[in-house]
């Protein structure tokens, strides 16, 4: 049909993957619920909430090491495109130093930004996002634009309870990042049945006091956890309906609770 546009070299390279001519190409996408812009296979775009101390930073990179796709952090991604002086990330230095809020449309901005590069083809971890059901709705929004959506959501859960134990007995050396707890991981330098004190807490190895973050106090941690029930269980219902959300018992040994993620994960239809 000489109306008919040539097809782009795009669409040429695609059709010769798929092994179907140019014009098959819809008709493939069509007939195979796989099929993806971004490849034969869709994505794992993944949701990973947990409040702290629910062991995220253990976890986190085994998924990131089984499904080879990269953990996401909105903080991260914001600082860097800002370094970068992408559009979106000026967008969000001139907001943050008029003493402003970032937007949510500027944060799905970074995301969809970064979800381009090319450590993201499997896929990609969201952590710290969304965090209400409206910025839910806008990441949706956001990915049905390229056929795609969240097709997982892992919730680890512990008791507040557990969670103030774990929490306020960590202490940890500033400059090298070690930490220890008064319990579960206590320095050399504590006495057996002693109370922690900054006298009493020192790092093996320097020597040097330890030291705890300011946030890591029972009162600071009841108001975290406040906020965190309080975002989190709406998102939770929110994706509920699309049968992919699996909460994961994080009050148990790290080998369970990761048996329990691994069951999560190959549940994700790809």
Request: charged share 25%; aromatic share 4%.
């Amino acid at each position: 049909d000489p109306l008919r546009p040539a097809p782009s070299i795009g669409m040429q390279r695609l059709a010769a993957a798929l092994g179907v001519g140019a014009a098959g190409v819809g008709a493939y996408a069509m007939s195979n619920p796989d099929f993806s812009p971004f490849g034969q296979k869709k994505r794992t775009i993944m949701i990973l909430f947990g409040p702290p101390g629910a062991g995220k930073g253990t976890h986190s990179p085994k998924i990131t090491a089984q499904e080879k796709i990269p953990s996401l952090s909105t903080g991260d991604m914001l600082r860097a495109a800002v370094a970068a002086g992408t559009d979106v990330g000026k967008q969000a230095k001139a907001i943050m130093e008029s003493g402003g809020l970032v937007t949510d449309e500027i944060v799905i901005g970074i995301i969809k930004d970064a979800a381009k590069a090319d450590d993201c083809k499997n896929g990609f971890i969201l952590d710290g996002f969304p965090r209400t059901v409206e910025q839910a709705k806008k990441l949706d929004e956001m990915l049905k634009a390229n056929k795609e959506k969240v097709n997982s959501v892992i919730a680890l859960e512990v008791p507040d309870a557990v969670l103030t134990e774990r929490i306020c007995g960590r202490w940890i050396h500033k400059e090298s990042g070690r930490s220890y707890h008064v319990k579960f991981a206590p320095p050399k330098s504590l006495p057996p049945g002693a109370k922690a004190t900054d006298k009493n807490m020192k790092d093996d190895e320097t020597g040097q006091p330890l030291m705890r973050r300011a946030d890591d106090t029972e009162e600071a941690l009841k108001k975290r956890l406040q906020g965190y029930h309080a975002q989190t269980v709406p998102i939770l219902k929110h994706y509920e309906p699309e049968g992919i959300v699996s909460t994961v018992n994080a009050n148990q040994s790290p080998d369970k609770v990761w048996a329990e993620i691994a069951a999560a994960l190959a549940k994700i239809s790809k």
